[in-house]
């Protein structure tokens, strides 16, 4: 059996529909969590995770090849 995804968290690299932005921090209301992301030019923009995880949306870039022992 094999595992397979990836971890989104602060730090990550995404490619979100045509830019690359960072996310910087969540942030969690009652109704809804968000995502704050960080574009090339330091621009800040919130985010609904739901929203940023939509099917064809958002690629994540991988920090390095293969995985971890952190991993598992």
Do not use: C, N, W
């Not at 995804?5 to 942030?27: C, N, P, S």
């Amino acid at each position: 059996m094999s595992r397979s995804g990836a971890k989104l968290g602060i730090g990550t690299h995404l490619r979100l529909d045509v830019e690359t932005v960072q996310l910087v921090e969540f942030a969690s209301f009652a109704t809804e969590m968000e995502a704050v992301l960080k574009d090339g030019r330091d621009r800040l923009a919130r985010m609904s995770v739901r929203e940023l995880l939509s099917p064809g949306r958002t690629q994540l870039i991988p920090s390095s090849a293969g995985s971890s022992a952190a991993d598992y």
